[in-house]
C-alpha cells in the first residue's frame, strides 16, 4: 500500500498553505477577541477556487474528492486558524452534498455555483433544543399549502446563522406519532428570511469569528422548488454527508493539534530554565513525542476513511473512528502544549490556550464521543444496540 501523497495531492497543501501565511496568528488572535466572520480568508479561499474542491466540475467546481478536501481543511486549521479558519469555509465543502447527490439539475444549476465561488454563504439547520442528537424525534413542523410549505419551530448551534444567506433545513412533514422509521422527515435549501426566522447568536467557549446561533422560524414558507428530494425522505438524504463531515472534521482536529505540538516543541527548545532548555528534559520530551505518535496515527485514519468514502465503499466505522480518534489527539495536543509552556501557556499571546478552547469542537460535534462508541460497538462489535 502507498501511504504517500500524490504531486498534486501535495501541491493542495501548498497552495492553501500559502492562502493562509497572509492570515496569521495574530490575525486569528483578533478574531476571537473581537469576534466577526473572518470575511478576508473567506474571499480569498473563494478567489483561489478551494470551496468547490469536492463539487462537481460542470457548476464550477474542482471535482475532487473528500480526501483533498480533508487535505485541504487540515492546512487550514494546521496554519494557526484552527477551527475558526476551518468552519468559516466548512459547509461550503460538504454542506451541500445532499444537493448534488439528490437535487434535480435545476437545483444544482441555481445553488451550487453562488456556494462554489462564495457569493453565497449557507448554514445547516438540524440540531434542535429538546432533542439534540435525537433526530428522529425533531419537531419542527412544515405543513404544504399549495405550491409552498409553512415552517414554525426552533433550532439550535447554526453555524454561520449572523451571516449565511441560505439554510439547509431539515424539518417534519409527519407528525412522530406517525412516523415509522427515518421517514417523516424532508429537507430543503431556501433563503434564510430574517422576516421569519429570528437569529440569537450564543456565546460560546471559542472559534467566536464563526457564530453559533439559535433560531426562531414563524410561519416560514418555501417553495415546493426548494424541497431536496421527495417529501419524507430527508433524513436519509442528511445520512450522505456524515461520514464525509466526520472525515473533514478529524483532519481539522489533527491540524489543530499539529500547530499547538510545533507551537510547543519550538517553546521547549528555546525556553531556559536551570540554564538549559526545558526540551532537554526527558519529562518535556516524552508527552510531546507521545502526541506526535497520537497525531500520525489519526492522520492514516482519517485519510483511509476518506479514501474509502471516495471510492464508494462502506465507511461509517472508519469515519467515525478516526472523527473519535482525531478529536482526542487533537485536543491531547493542544493540553500538552499549554502544560509546556507552563505559565505562559495561560496568556493569549502564546496562542496555544485559543488552540485548547478550540479543541474541544472536534470533540462535541456533530456526534458525541459516546454514539460514536455506541455505532461501533453495534455495527462492528455485533453489541445490542443500546439507546
Not at 501511504?3 to 496569521?24: M, S
Not at 478576508?40 to 464550477?60: R, S
Not at 499547538?260 to 526545558?278: C, K, M, Q, T
Not at 505518535?293 to 482519517?302: I, N, P, W
Request: hydrophobic letters at 40%; one cysteine or more.
Amino acid at each position: 500500500m502507498n501511504f504517500d501523497l500524490t504531486d498534486d495531492q501535495r501541491a493542495i497543501q501548498d497552495a492553501v498553505g500559502t492562502i493562509c501565511a497572509d492570515f496569521d496568528d495574530d490575525y486569528w488572535l483578533r478574531k476571537d477577541r473581537e469576534g466577526g466572520f473572518p470575511e478576508d480568508f473567506y474571499g480569498a479561499m473563494a478567489k483561489a477556487g478551494w470551496l468547490g474542491i469536492a463539487m462537481p466540475q460542470e457548476y464550477g467546481g474542482a471535482g475532487l474528492g473528500i480526501f483533498e478536501a480533508c487535505l485541504m481543511l487540515e492546512a487550514v486549521s494546521g496554519s494557526g486558524a484552527g477551527m475558526s479558519g476551518a468552519s468559516a469555509i466548512h459547509m461550503n465543502v460538504f454542506g451541500l452534498h445532499p444537493v448534488v447527490v439528490h437535487g434535480n439539475d435545476e437545483q444544482k444549476r441555481r445553488w451550487l455555483p453562488p456556494i462554489i465561488q462564495g457569493e453565497a454563504k449557507a448554514c445547516f439547520g438540524v440540531t434542535e433544543p429538546n432533542t439534540g442528537l435525537n433526530t428522529l424525534k425533531l419537531k419542527t413542523m412544515a405543513v404544504r399549502k399549495g405550491d409552498h410549505y409553512v415552517v414554525n419551530g426552533q433550532k439550535i448551534w447554526t453555524s454561520t446563522a449572523q451571516v449565511a444567506h441560505k439554510i439547509l433545513l431539515l424539518v417534519r412533514t409527519t407528525p412522530v406519532e406517525e412516523s415509522k422509521g427515518t421517514h417523516g422527515l424532508t429537507l430543503f435549501y431556501t433563503d434564510l428570511n430574517r422576516s421569519r426566522i429570528e437569529v440569537r447568536e450564543i456565546e460560546k467557549m471559542g472559534r467566536k469569528a464563526v457564530d453559533s446561533n439559535q433560531i426562531f422560524i414563524d410561519n416560514l414558507e418555501i417553495p415546493v422548488e426548494d424541497r431536496i428530494g421527495e417529501e419524507g425522505k430527508g433524513f436519509s438524504y442528511i445520512l450522505h454527508g456524515l461520514n464525509p463531515e466526520r472525515c473533514l472534521l478529524a483532519a481539522e482536529a489533527t491540524g489543530l493539534g499539529r500547530v499547538a505540538l510545533r507551537r510547543a516543541a519550538r517553546y521547549a527548545g528555546e525556553r531556559i530554565v536551570f540554564d538549559r532548555p526545558i526540551g532537554k528534559n526527558q519529562g518535556i520530551q516524552h508527552p510531546l513525542a507521545e502526541r506526535w505518535v497520537d497525531l500520525e496515527a489519526g492522520t492514516l485514519m482519517y485519510r483511509r476513511a476518506a479514501w474509502l468514502y471516495d471510492q464508494g465503499r462502506e465507511c461509517g466505522a472508519e469515519a467515525n473512528a478516526a472523527k473519535f480518534f482525531c478529536a482526542e489527539a487533537g485536543f491531547r495536543a493542544a493540553e500538552q502544549a499549554i502544560l509546556t509552556h507552563g505559565g505562559m501557556g495561560y496568556a493569549k499571546e502564546y496562542h496555544v490556550e485559543r488552540y485548547f478552547r478550540e479543541a474541544m469542537l472536534p470533540r462535541l460535534a456533530p456526534v458525541s464521543t459516546q454514539l460514536i462508541l455506541s455505532f461501533i460497538a453495534e455495527k462492528v462489535l455485533g453489541l445490542p444496540k443500546s439507546y
